[in-house]
């Protein structure tokens, strides 16, 4: 089975730029949860997209945006870029339900310069 | 609100050696799940442990286990035998409710010796 793949890799972006992440879930995987990782506040949860409603909602400004299509793949969407918002991104696929576990994508990694 | 708190944030131990990792949570939340995670320096996130708050039995994969305290809301990992591949930052997390929503950790970074 293949894992959860997430694209592109590395991205390197001006302030005020918007920029969209792709992630990719395990097939049969119906939820898609987004993490932003950085040195200061370590792992924050943004979202989570189940069956394609969001379910879930972290707390982070309202340029950061999310969707799943029908057939579970996610994209995040940041708008107007800020430095701060450079970081690495996760994306973590499960069945659904609080037990399952969670498969995460190796991440985009976004340079906002 | 719930928080999970890691008290280590560096840790080291010698090949062969055993080491815990300490883990504390906060929740009023009487049916959760935890987790412990790796992330060795490819940041590639690995599952290494999973609780049910339900079962009073420690899980234990291979040489990792838990020692897990309810009532004291703890949830340590060890790891026996260290091999230089454990060396990575280890991630206690949180999770209830429906899903989706991982709390985690500040994060403990290991680091095993040769």
């Known amino acids: 089975k293949a894992g959860v793949t997430q694209t592109p890799r590395y991205l390197i972006k001006t302030r005020g730029q918007q920029v969209t992440l792709s992630c990719s879930p395990i097939?049969?995987?119906?939820?898609v949860s987004w993490y932003q990782q950085t040195p200061g506040q370590g792992l924050q949860f943004l979202f989570e997209?189940?069956?394609?409603?969001?379910?879930n909602k972290g707390n982070f400004p309202g340029r950061f945006s999310g969707r799943q299509f029908s057939n579970s793949r996610s994209e995040m969407n940041v708008s107007t870029l800020e430095l701060g918002d450079s970081a690495l991104y996760l994306c973590?696929?499960?069945?659904?339900?609080?037990?399952?576990?969670?498969?995460f994508g190796a991440g985009t990694r976004l340079s906002v310069l | 609100a719930q928080t999970v708190t890691q008290s280590q944030p560096e840790m080291s131990v010698q090949e062969a050696e055993t080491v815990t990792l300490s883990c504390t949570y906060d929740?009023?939340?009487?049916?959760?799940?935890l987790f412990w995670y790796k992330q060795p320096p490819s940041r590639q996130m690995i599952l290494v442990i999973r609780?049910?708050?339900?079962?009073?039995q420690n899980a234990t994969e291979n040489r990792f286990s838990v020692n897990f305290q309810k009532a004291a809301k703890s949830f340590s990992l060890k790891i026996s035998d260290s091999q230089l591949g454990d060396t990575a930052m280890y991630f206690c997390?949180?999770?209830?409710?429906?899903?989706?929503?991982?709390?985690f950790g500040q994060g403990t970074e290991l680091s095993v010796k040769p």
């Open positions: 929740t009023s939340e009487n049916n959760y799940y």
């Open positions: 609780q049910e708050a339900y079962k009073q």
């Open positions: 997390a949180f999770i209830y409710n429906q899903g989706g929503k991982l709390i």
């Open positions: 997209y189940f069956s394609e409603t969001q379910r």
């Open positions: 973590a696929s499960s069945a659904g339900q609080a037990q399952n576990i969670q498969y």
């Open positions: 097939s049969g995987h119906r939820s």
